[in-house]
């Protein structure tokens, strides 16, 4: 599936910028009244003026919540003038409404070999015994059980999992669940604690790859010994808005968290177009959010997507927006940005099946990239199992399944077809495939490198800078350059591979690149064992 710490008394202090309130003239309030409507409201300055909630209280709106240390507010209101209002203010960059402008889910250098030092966080190595483990292919793929010798994650070690929350009475998930810092995120204002409760169910399947606990139930998570908390992001139909997502980072960067999982697109569009007045609002408020994340020591993983498109040459783009009638034939270039994971610094994640060939060795090589992954030059940087019911199939997948396995709301039973469910008591898990897989197994192993190399005396409330646990997790893939040959049928409907053009611009999917970074695989396949140093 896919649709989608600095110091910060002295460093938000010095943001803090005193303005003069600016009136927004005579007869702001005019205009008729309508449906109430969320808006991002961006300033020009990285903080929020002095007086931004008397500016939109005389625009004819009022404040959800005032991110001041960006320079966003979340407001809403129902005055049709609004936007044309607030924007007289001479200190407003841009403004937007958020209805209409979401992505929906859909169903689809080799490092030092003697690594940096380990660092002083408490760490204990897992099992890998719980009764499911057998059906994890996707972790013996990328070599968790031989990592989880050396370590199973620390419990000082936080992810953020962006998504559509977690279900906080799963018994695999239960053991590792921080309540105190999960969030729920949908209306722009966070709602702590267990209001982040998973009505989605996506939400609790990327947790359970992330961090199932290794407890003897169901399955074990790529980092079973670290903590994870839900933020919830996306609503019960599966819509990221940005209120939502600048919500999720900004609490992500303020509660200590190490490592965010973003299985999703975030902004109005799937392309977000820098020459359009409101869509750049909305992205540039997005960019904030996600780099003020980073540089309180927030690791952010992203999955590409499943388009089957490169959206390093993107050009055209028919998704959106996905809630409403999506413009058709819209074009767009690389002024048109994918977020989040066509920002600086995340680690964008491209989705492959199981190993397809019938030779018995282990050749990365073997890996294909899952048939409905998107990927790209400049944003493909390692490729995780997604599954992939067509071309990655193989015993150890199931059969014809060819999917993730992984922890699911008993509460949604009815959402997961009884052919792809799993249960182990009173626990339910579903089979799922999509880049929306791939992320949570990246995300886990850069979990387990914070665990391994970080410090209790890290940087502020981050205990390792987020440059060096991306360098190590790229760092330490398994290359894979671009295949020589494609498969020309599979078992489910026989088709080629090259049948699956991308959804948008109908183009031929092509690998370009070399064998240590390529558009379909990046550095490669990541590799927990190597991560951790082994």
């Known amino acids: 599936m896919f649709r989608h710490r600095l110091v910060r008394s002295g460093v938000l202090a010095a943001l803090m910028v005193v303005a003069t309130v600016v009136a927004v003239g005579p007869g702001a309030n005019a205009g008729t009244t309508g449906a109430t ?3 991002v409201v961006l300033y020009k300055s990285s903080a929020s003026p002095a007086g931004a ?19 966003v507010v979340i407001a809403k209101s129902d005055n049709t003038a609004f936007r044309a209002n607030v924007m007289k203010d001479t200190r407003v960059e ?7 402008f979401a992505t929906h889910l859909k169903e689809g250098v080799e490092a030092d070999a003697s690594g940096p030092p380990p660092g002083d966080l408490p760490n204990a190595p897992a099992s890998d015994s719980d009764p499911l483990f057998g059906l994890q292919w996707d972790m013996r793929q990328i070599h968790t059980p031989e990592a989880h010798a050396i370590t199973g994650g620390s419990p000082t070690v936080l992810v953020g999992d962006i998504d559509t929350g977690i279900d906080f009475t799963h018994p695999d998930l239960a053991p590792n669940i921080d309540v105190a810092n999960s969030a729920n995120c949908v209306s722009g204002a966070p709602d702590p604690g267990t209001a982040a409760q998973d009505d989605n169910g996506h939400g609790t399947h990327t947790a359970g790859t992330i961090a199932a606990a290794a407890n003897g139930i169901g399955i074990v998570g790529v980092a079973p010994n670290v903590k994870i908390a839900g933020i919830k992001a996306g609503n019960t139909d ?4 940005p209120e939502a997502v600048v919500c999720s980072f900004m609490w992500a960067a303020t509660h200590g968290v190490d490592v965010t999982n973003n299985s999703y697109f975030a902004d109005p569009w799937l392309f977000n177009c820098k020459n359009d007045p409101e869509q750049r609002a909305i992205w540039k408020a997005e960019q904030r959010a996600i780099k003020f994340a980073q540089q309180s020591g927030v690791t952010v993983v992203a999955s590409e997507g499943n388009q089957s498109e490169d959206i390093s040459h993107p050009t055209e783009d028919d998704t959106s927006p996905d809630d409403t009638v ?4 819209r074009r767009v270039t690389n002024a048109c940005l994918v977020i989040p994971v066509e920002l600086p610094g995340v680690i964008g994640v491209t989705a492959n099946g199981a190993n397809a060939q019938t030779d018995g060795d282990s050749d990365p090589n073997d890996y294909l990239k899952s048939y409905y992954s998107s990927f790209g030059i400049s944003t493909a940087d390692v490729v995780a199992p997604g599954g992939d019911r067509r071309y990655g ?65 890290g940087p502020g409330n981050a205990t390792m800078q987020t440059g060096a646990v991306s360098s190590i997790v790229q760092g330490t893939a398994d290359a894979q350059p671009c295949p020589t040959a494609l498969p020309t049928t599979n078992p489910v409907d026989g088709v080629p591979y090259l049948s699956f053009v991308g959804v948008d611009d109908e ?23 190597k991560a951790v140093g082994g």
């Not at 909630?53 to 320079?71: D, L, M, P, R």
């Not at 841009?94 to 209409?100: I, L, V």
């Not at 599966?238 to 808005?241: D, L, R, T």
């Not at 999506?326 to 034939?329: A, L, Y």
């Open 507 to 529: 183009q031929v999917q092509t690998c370009e690149g070399g064998p240590g970074q390529n558009s379909w695989y990046g550095r490669g396949q990541v590799n927990a064992l």
């Open 238 to 241: 599966g819509f990221f808005f």
């Open 94 to 100: 841009g403004a937007a409404s958020t209805a209409g």
């Open 53 to 71: 909630a008397t500016a939109i209280q005389k625009a004819g709106g009022s404040v959800i919540y005032n991110y001041s240390q960006i320079g």
């Open 326 to 329: 999506p413009v058709d034939g």
């Open 37 to 39: 409507q969320n808006y």
């Open 393 to 457: 199939i193989n015993p150890a997948a199931g059969a014809l399944n060819g999917r993730v396995l992984s922890t699911y709301p008993a509460s949604l039973a009815a959402t997961c077809p009884a052919s792809l469910t799993v249960t182990d008591g009173g626990a339910l898990y579903c089979y799922l495939q999509g880049t929306s897989m791939a992320g949570p197994h990246v995300a886990g192993v850069a979990a387990l490198v914070v665990s391994r190399y970080g410090s209790l005396a």
